[in-house]
């Protein structure tokens, strides 16, 4: 089950970035939230899913090119970054090593099929004002009909708050709420320290005598 919430963190936390930018007929605040302020800054997103009981929560990090997503993996941090090439993964836990698979991010991106837009597009619902506590939020809703998801935007005032997306995986029903930690993103994220030696090898060969 947490393999399956993983998944589908990854997947609807990329479709909201692809999704924004032509969401409508006519410009919406998610819209004008990723023309004029993620894309420009980056951001920091805090993401829980749910289903079945099972919660998994990872933070996401996005600048221009390159992203990165961190999880707990028992007790440790793990953290994987990713450019227009490659693929890093390094734990701030132990920082003398880390694992960068070079050109790979460059092979997984050329080897997607990129989405047919009159089919994948999704559809502006509705706005309407929604209070939670004494906080009252402007709230954008869209569909995305060819993987049955909703998400729902949460706006206090101009600024957005969180993303809630309500969407089924292999029949289980899966809610994922992403928070808006920050719209300011440290370059230190996506970098491994000087002294950090990458063991890719290592693996490469440990993985030729398990076979």
């Avoid at 936390?13 to 007929?25: D, E, G, K, Y």
């Avoid at 993964?89 to 790979?104: A, E, L, N």
């Avoid at 089919?119 to 569909?143: D, K, N, Q, R, S």
């Amino acid at each position: 089950m947490k393999k399956t919430l993983l998944s589908v963190i990854f997947a609807l936390s990329l479709s909201v970035m692809f999704f924004v930018t032509a969401s409508a007929t006519e410009t919406t605040k998610a819209e004008e939230w990723y023309n004029e302020t993620h894309a420009v800054t980056g951001m920091i997103m805090e993401v829980t899913a749910e289903a079945e009981g099972v919660e998994v929560k990872e933070t996401l990090y996005s600048k221009g090119e390159k992203s990165a997503a961190e999880v707990m993996v028992g007790n440790s941090l793990i953290r994987i970054i990713t450019d227009s090439k490659d693929i890093i993964i390094f734990s701030p836990d132990m920082p003398y090593i880390h694992i960068k698979y070079r050109g790979m991010a460059e092979d997984i991106i050329s080897s997607i099929p990129m989405p047919d837009t009159s089919i994948f597009l999704p559809t502006f619902v509705e706005a309407y004002e929604e209070t939670v506590g004494e906080t009252v939020y402007y709230v954008e809703e869209f569909v995305y009909e060819e993987e049955n998801i909703v998400y729902k935007y949460y706006f206090i005032g101009d600024e957005l708050d969180k993303i809630d997306a309500l969407g089924k995986e292999n029949g289980v029903t899966v809610n994922t709420v992403m928070d808006i930690i920050s719209y300011e993103v440290d370059d230190s994220v996506f970098k491994v320290p000087w002294y950090s030696i990458n063991i890719a090898f290592l693996v490469k060969l440990f993985g030729l005598f398990i076979l």
